[in-house]
């Protein structure tokens, strides 16, 4: 399997330029250097790992002006792209893949702030119901707008790019059993 390395120093008006360095690649050599297994695995668990702390610092610096955190600003993602804006509350515990506590303490908050309400189920006593607001549409929107600008974590990425990494992410989550 070729192997691409990383790109090489160019120079500026003949200057020297010291060459770029790749924290993932000089992971996967001294990690296959030191006999450890699977060197390659080794390096793209790791660039998923680094690609999800700086998208993830990204966001949440971008989502403070709106006094949200991922996990408030994920449910109300969630809640806006289903059906009436409503799901039981199991649900979106599944959906996040949250632990449910997590959910209810996240919807406290959002509830105190009149971007969610939550209702027991008319049907199933056992089931409480989320429900996005007016309020929360609006909030949503403000903060979509800030994140968009911000290219949602992802500021330097092309269109093609952001593309092309959906689509190799969805590979590997088929190949890993994640549907």
Known sequence: MSRKQP????????GDVAPRRDSIEWSRRRWADAGEPEPDHFAAMAAVMRLHQVVGA??????REHDLTR???????TLRIAGD??????????RLMLHPTTISL????LEKRALVTRAPHPTDRRTVLATLTGEGVAALADANRTLAQA????????DRLAITLTEVVREVRERIGDR
């Open 58 to 63: 990204e966001l949440d610096r971008a989502l």
């Open 151 to 158: 290219g949602y974590g992802l500021p330097e990425v092309s």
């Open 7 to 14: 790109s090489e120093p160019s120079s500026d008006a003949g």
């Open 71 to 77: 996990t408030a600003y994920l449910i109300l993602c």
């Open 106 to 109: 996240v919807a406290d908050k």
């Open 85 to 94: 804006h409503t799901l039981p509350m199991g649900q979106l515990s599944r």
